[in-house]
């Protein structure tokens, strides 16, 4: 397979459709396959996708997502200076390129992860041992964070968790509760109204396909009918919604512009497709 050459992909920033052997459908999948199946997934394809996209995300940057968007200059977590000592959670940080960053700016951040291959990857990268910055890498599912009430005081995601899980309530109502009254939880994830186009870099992916309000899972699945792979889809409205029922303020909704510089194609994402439609959301919430 090479990157969104299968029809119905959502391709989230993985490094290809589904496994060679998988079929791509629209079913219903709960919480527990979920995780399942995306770990399996994680760590089959970690691999791939840090030698696919390593160069893009930097050993220690903080890109938001495919557009290219930078936190060194997005500044979505607060000013830099107030970074400094900052007990952060990344969730779903990957190989953690962004923990390492922010371990640069003089933060203290804990970067979780459900896949073991990714955070490997982190420690060959040089984030927790070995390396220049050193970090606590926890293998953990984001669904249940293993930390105590308020012990942190920013909690951040780019792209990590939200979108793979069946229930993305669940994960609010657990960052709310790691995180201090006040403190900031900033997430990015694939732009719901991707969910109604082909997952298509070019032309093709320009043609409304599905209804935006089907919230049925995207799901790959083996031979037997196991998932392998899930995607799950939140309108804009239910995603504020699940924010504010968690205990959050939604402070900013930010619709990176593909800009000038970038000529990445990247699953579906595309200068051709970014420059039309928005392909990532990100979420600037505080815990009241
Ligand atoms: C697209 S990567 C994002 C990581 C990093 N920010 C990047 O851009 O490469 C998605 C990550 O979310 C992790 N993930 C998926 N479901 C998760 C869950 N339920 N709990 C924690 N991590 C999860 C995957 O293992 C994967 O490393």
Redesign the pocket.
């Known amino acids: 397979m090479t990157d969104g050459d299968h029809p119905g992909s959502r391709d989230?920033?993985g490094a290809h459709g589904p496994d060679d052997d998988a079929e791509a459908v629209r079913r219903p999948a709960g919480g527990r396959e979920s995780?399942r199946a995306?770990r399996g997934w994680?760590d089959r394809n970690a691999d791939e996708y840090q030698s696919d996209h390593g160069d893009f995300?930097g050993d220690a940057r903080f890109v938001w997502g495919p557009e290219g968007l930078d936190e060194a200059e997005a500044r979505l977590l607060g000013p830099a200076a107030q970074l400094r000592g900052l007990r952060v959670l990344e969730?779903?940080?990957?190989?953690a390129?962004?923990s390492r960053w922010l371990a640069d700016q003089g933060a203290r951040p804990v970067a979780?992860?459900?896949?073991h291959r990714?955070l490997q990857h982190a420690l060959r990268i040089g984030g927790g041992q070995g390396g220049g910055a050193v970090f606590p890498l926890v293998e953990a599912?984001?669904?249940a964070l293993p930390f105590a009430d308020d012990s942190f005081d920013l909690a951040c995601s780019?792209?990590?968790?939200i979108p793979?899980?069946a229930d993305p309530e669940q994960v609010f109502a657990q960052v709310a509760r790691v995180l201090r009254p006040g403190g900031r939880w900033v997430f990015s994830l694939t732009h719901p109204l991707r969910w109604t186009l082909a997952d298509e870099p070019g032309p093709e992916g320009l043609t409304i396909l599905n209804s935006y309000f089907d919230r049925t899972p995207y799901v790959e699945q083996d031979a037997s009918g196991r998932a392998v792979y899930t995607e799950h889809h939140r309108t804009l409205g239910d995603r504020v919604r699940d924010l504010v029922g968690a205990g959050f303020r939604l402070d900013d909704l930010v619709e990176p512009e593909w800009p000038e510089w970038n000529q990445q194609v990247w699953g579906g994402w595309s200068p051709l497709r970014g420059r039309l439609v928005p392909g990532t959301a990100i979420f600037v919430c505080t815990r009241v």
């Not at 979780?112 to 896949?115: G, I, K, Q, R, T």
């Not at 780019?158 to 968790?161: E, R, S």
């Open positions: 989230p920033l995780s995306n994680w995300l969730v779903g940080a990957g190989a390129q962004c979780l992860d459900l896949s990714q599912d984001a669904r780019a792209f990590g968790a793979f899980v």
